[in-house]
Nanobody, 125 residues
């Protein structure tokens, strides 16, 4: 079992940056693929990025390519989402998730076994 806790959200002006962190518990963390998703009020939860267990492969939603970077530090049991050039449309609750098995890059919540509580990101215009 993996437990996930996100942090780093907040209020930022358009064009600004934030770095989200997701701290994971569980000795098998390094074997899990990890993903970031977001959900705005009244919207479906959508894929943002994910990363393989080794960190060697990453995928991004088209809307965040070139602006966001997902990374992980398995020694610290932590996955990160570095966000630059934030836009008002990035406003959402951001969730990290862990996938025990299965492919990444499929851009869906399906297959993710564990979820954090979410952290709010608000981008003002």
């Amino acid at each position: 079992q993996v437990q996930l806790v996100e942090s780093g959200g907040g209020l930022v002006q358009a064009g600004g940056s934030l770095r989200l962190s997701c701290a994971a518990s569980g000795r098998t963390f390094s074997t899990y693929a990890m993903g970031w998703f977001r959900q705005a009020p009244g919207k479906e939860r959508e894929f943002v990025a994910d990363i393989s267990w080794s960190g060697g492969t990453t995928y991004y939603a088209d809307s965040v390519k070139g602006r966001f970077t997902i990374s992980r530090d398995n020694a610290k049991n932590t996955v990160y989402l570095q966000m630059h050039s934030l836009r008002p449309e990035d406003t959402a609750v951001y969730y990290c998730a862990a996938k025990k098995s299965g492919p990444i890059g499929v851009r869906t919540t399906v297959g993710y076994d564990y979820w954090g509580q979410g952290t709010q990101v608000t981008v003002s215009s």
